[in-house]
């Protein structure tokens, strides 16, 4: 089956600590990973993306994730969390053939940012 | 280069009417995807156009249809609106030769009373 399962539905840190948002994907192959951002009311900016070359993916907003095939994992990372990275994070890959459209959506992870 | 537009941004129709709304794309892309976002179902796909062509659609009953113009412009519309077609509706494009690489407009916030 082709999936992504985002592992935690809401996670909260505070300013200027680390993020870490999972995602884990089944496949029997290594498909193509994004991860998308959509702040309150707002419509899904693409973060960044993998596309099987370098496993170690650099996105915008100092964010970046790893592929790691092993693991079946592509989590989301962040040095230091900013008030403004709160939102919602979606875990997304490719849907290849059907009729269930071109991508598939994890449930999202919803960050909160304390001060 | 301008981003995905929407429109409009906010509306509020009545149960039984019926409403159309409005994307375009990032200039030289010609696909053009639809999805619905509700807390409770989450993202879930519409339709895809590509070249004024229906490419692809999701599990949606005949209510909902879409159009895509020359221009790659696309409407969706929805008739005989039912309060559970409240919901945010989002439009991505993407570009040529990269259809799993989707670009989203705003959306449109859709209240049905």
């Known amino acids: 089956a082709q999936s992504v399962t985002q592992l935690d539905s809401h996670v909260s840190v505070s300013e200027g600590t680390p993020v870490l948002l999972r995602c884990n994907y089944s496949?029997?192959?290594?498909?193509?990973l994004f991860w998308y951002v959509q702040h309150p009311n707002k419509g899904l900016q693409l973060l960044l993306k993998?596309?099987?070359?370098?496993?170690l993916v650099k996105g915008i907003n100092g964010f970046e994730a790893e592929f790691k095939k092993s693991e079946t994992s592509f989590h989301l990372t962040k040095p230091s969390a900013h008030m403004s990275d709160a939102a919602e994070y979606f875990c997304?890959?490719?849907?290849?053939?059907?009729?269930?459209?071109?991508?598939?959506f994890g449930k999202g992870t919803k960050l909160s940012v304390k001060p | 280069k301008a981003g995905v537009t929407q429109t409009p941004r906010y509306l509020i129709k009545t149960r039984g009417q019926q409403v159309t709304l409005s994307c375009s794309p990032i200039?030289?892309?010609?696909?053009v995807s639809w999805y619905q976002q509700t807390p409770g179902q989450g993202l879930q796909f519409l339709f895809e156009?590509?070249?004024?062509?229906?490419?692809n659609k999701g599990n949606f009953p005949g209510r909902f249809s879409g159009r895509q113009f020359s221009n790659s412009r696309s409407e969706m519309n929805v008739s005989t609106l039912e309060l559970g077609d409240s919901a945010l509706y989002l439009c991505?494009?993407?570009?040529?030769?990269?259809?799993?690489?989707?670009?989203f407009g705003p959306g449109t916030r859709l209240t049905v009373t």
């Open positions: 993998y596309t099987s070359a370098a496993t």
């Open positions: 997304v890959r490719p849907f290849y053939g059907g009729s269930q459209g071109n991508l598939i």
């Open positions: 991505a494009s993407s570009p040529p030769g990269q259809t799993y690489e989707q670009y």
């Open positions: 496949s029997s192959y290594s498909p193509s």
């Open positions: 200039s030289g892309h010609r696909s």
């Open positions: 156009y590509f070249s004024e062509t229906q490419r």
